[in-house]
């Protein structure tokens, strides 16, 4: 009986390693670059510099930026 049930688990298991993931072509990864920001100014107030830009709307392949968790 035990030998049975090493046996089926084996089978399952080598079932379970053939069924998973899905065949396809190589892609390169995805890189998401933004364009770059627009309109530039740097004020000195003091000791201290301001700085002031528009953020970019989308990446550089086009798709829209949508949101920006850090500057």
């Known amino acids: 009986m035990r030998k049975i049930v090493s046996s089926a688990a084996v089978v399952w298991l080598s079932m379970m390693a053939l069924a998973c993931g899905k065949k396809g072509g190589i ?38 930026l949508t949101d920006i968790s850090a500057i």
């Not at 920001?37 to 829209?64: C, F, M």
Request: hydrophobic residues 30%; glycine residues 6%.
């Open 27 to 64: 892609l390169p990864p995805f890189v998401y670059i933004p364009q770059k920001a627009e309109n530039l100014k740097a004020v000195q107030r003091g000791q201290h510099i301001l700085l002031d830009w528009t953020n970019p709307e989308s990446y550089s392949d086009g798709r829209p």
